[in-house]
């Protein structure tokens, strides 16, 4: 069965401080997706980034790094010098995208506070 | 904007009432999927339709149906409503799911509260 795991409920950080969210997996398939969403206080999901099981590339997105091992299972999320405007929850999902369906299974998230 | 148009944003009703939600996907997405977000349970999935059919169910309750249209968009009926019911719910769609992309574009959710 799919599972995401982000052990960590809630994190405290100091505005220009690094910080990394994680994420862990369970799956049996092969081919799979990995995503981060960012849900602000508005409510809404902001897609940031998919990363197919195949690409263990690390990518950058200007404050955003992510690292992919499939070795640990692992698809963590790093916000380089965080701003206040990074204060959200974060939610790491899975897709095993099979079967004519992509339903994603979602970790219960990581509740980010920047202070400034 | 995701281009998914999610009404109503705001739904404030009692217990043992019936409402409906409704999607609009992405223009020519065939595939509609519906997620709960709730306090104690987080986002979980509920069911999929793709093409005005069922394609994938998951933690869906049976006073909750949905059915997607001729027209692609959806509706979400909840029924005999309970307070638990209260939560945000997303619609997402993809274009094809058996083109394996594994990208759902989400709604902004409608939160439902139930008194």
């Known amino acids: 069965a799919q599972k995401v795991t982000q052990a960590q409920t809630e994190i405290s950080v100091v505005e220009k401080e690094d910080v990394t969210l994680d994420c862990v997996y369970e799956?049996?398939?092969?081919?799979?997706?990995l995503f981060w969403y960012k849900q602000p206080p508005s409510g809404e999901l902001v897609f940031l980034i998919r990363?197919?099981?195949?690409?263990?590339q690390n990518e950058i997105s200007g404050r955003y790094s992510w690292n992919f091992q499939k070795s640990t299972s692992s698809f963590n999320f790093t916000i380089t010098a965080s701003q206040v405007v990074d204060s959200a929850v974060y939610f790491c999902?899975?897709?095993?995208?099979?079967?004519?369906?992509?339903?994603?299974?979602f970790g219960k998230g990581t509740k980010l506070t920047v202070n400034p | 904007d995701s281009g998914v148009t999610q009404t109503p944003k705001h739904l404030i009703t009692a217990t043992g009432q019936r409402v409906t939600l409704r999607c609009s996907p992405r223009?020519?997405?065939?595939?509609v999927y519906w997620y709960q977000q709730s306090l104690d349970q987080g986002l979980q999935f509920l069911i999929q339709?793709?093409?005005?059919?069922?394609?994938a169910k998951g933690n869906i309750l049976e006073r909750f149906s949905a059915q997607q249209f001729p027209d692609l968009h959806s509706e979400l009926n909840l029924s005999s409503l309970e307070l638990g019911d209260s939560a945000l719910y997303f619609c997402?769609?993809?274009?094809?799911?058996?083109?394996?992309?594994?990208?759902?574009?989400f709604g902004e959710g409608s939160r439902l509260t139930v008194l």
């Open positions: 997402a769609s993809s274009a094809d799911p058996h083109a394996n992309t594994g990208e759902l574009f």
């Open positions: 799956t049996r398939d092969t081919t799979y997706y």
């Open positions: 990363r197919n099981s195949f690409d263990e």
């Open positions: 999902a899975l897709s095993e995208a099979q079967g004519g369906s992509e339903k994603l299974v």
């Open positions: 223009s020519g997405d065939l595939s």
């Open positions: 339709y793709y093409n005005g059919e069922e394609r």
